[in-house]
């Protein structure tokens, strides 16, 4: 089994920055990609970034030039560098992570979310 444990979510006022981190750890045989998603009060959840494993990145546009996504394969743990924050960024963030298995089969897990609140 593979945990995720997320951390770093917090109130910031507009403008500010705050980092998430997500660490995976159980039985990992290879991480493929890792991605963060968000879902807001009554909004469907929705890709906010992810990076593969080779370190090709991929961005919702409402986040480009803002949020940063980068991964330690090594400690097995992916960051989200959130700057220039916006109330609209407000939302529950979740960690996903694709888990590679023997004979070329993969699984998705996902963390419990931290929650993200930009207020002024």
């Known amino acids: 089994q593979v945990q995720l444990v997320e951390s770093g979510g917090g109130l910031v006022q507009p403008g500010g920055s705050l980092r998430l981190s997500c660490a995976a750890s159980?039985?990992?045989?290879?991480?493929?990609?890792m991605a963060w998603y968000r879902q807001a009060p009554g909004k469907k959840r929705e890709l906010v970034a992810a990076?593969?494993?080779?370190?090709?990145?991929d961005y919702a546009d409402s986040v480009k030039g803002r949020f940063t996504i980068s991964r330690d394969n090594a400690r097995k743990k992916a960051y989200l560098q959130m700057n220039s924050l916006k109330p609209e960024d407000r939302a529950v963030y979740y960690c996903?992570?694709?888990?590679?298995?023997?004979?070329?089969?993969?699984?998705?897990?996902w963390g419990q979310g931290t929650q993200v609140t930009v207020s002024s």
């Open positions: 159980g039985s990992i045989f290879s991480i493929n990609a």
């Open positions: 990076i593969t494993s080779t370190g090709s990145t």
């Open positions: 996903n992570v694709e888990v590679g298995l023997p004979y070329g089969r993969s699984a998705d897990y």
